[in-house]
């Protein structure tokens, strides 16, 4: 006999709700991913990378770092900044903290390359995403994915 405490089951509209969160943390990333690369050819991937960049600290990261905040294996990451480094978006340069590791650095170019793609991104995100939800229920809908991603 098993010590676990019993569980409620879900009732239908509890599951039509679970469900379809499930089908939008699918098919979102490859909505947003696909607008990206149709009219920017950049990756959400690397806007992300850019984007996170955009946001450090003299627009630098360590290589470690970056991939946590974009949720990337290192090796992940490193083939997408190799990618970002053969645009001129992304420079690699050497931890002054440690110099075992690396940063990636924002390059001006890089910078650039993310202001041309915001427009797209965001268009994207009011497309996909924001039109869908009425004003009057944003404050829930922001406490309740807040209280689900912590």
């Known amino acids: 006999m098993s010590n676990a405490p019993?569980?409620?089951?879900?009732?239908?509209?509890?599951?039509?709700a679970f469900l379809a969160l499930i089908h939008v943390m699918k098919a979102l990333p490859r909505l947003l991913d696909a607008d990206l690369i149709k009219e920017q050819r950049l990756?959400?991937?690397?806007?992300?990378?850019?984007?996170h960049l955009s946001g450090a600290p003299d627009r630098r990261l360590r290589m470690s770092e970056l991939a946590d905040e974009c949720n990337l294996s290192l090796s992940g990451m490193t083939r997408l900044v190799t990618r970002l480094e053969d645009e001129g978006c992304i420079e690699r340069v050497a931890c002054t903290q440690d110099g075992r590791g690396s940063n990636a650095l924002l390059t001006e170019l890089g910078f650039a390359r993310l202001e041309q793609a915001y427009p797209t991104h965001l268009a994207s995100v009011r497309r996909h995403v924001v039109d869908h939800w009425n004003k009057s229920d944003l404050a829930q809908i922001a406490r309740v994915?807040?209280?689900?991603?912590?």
Do not use: W
């Open 6 to 16: 019993s569980v409620k089951p879900l009732d239908p509209e509890e599951e039509a």
């Open 145 to 150: 994915l807040g209280a689900i991603g912590q």
């Open 43 to 51: 990756s959400m991937g690397e806007y992300i990378a850019l984007m």
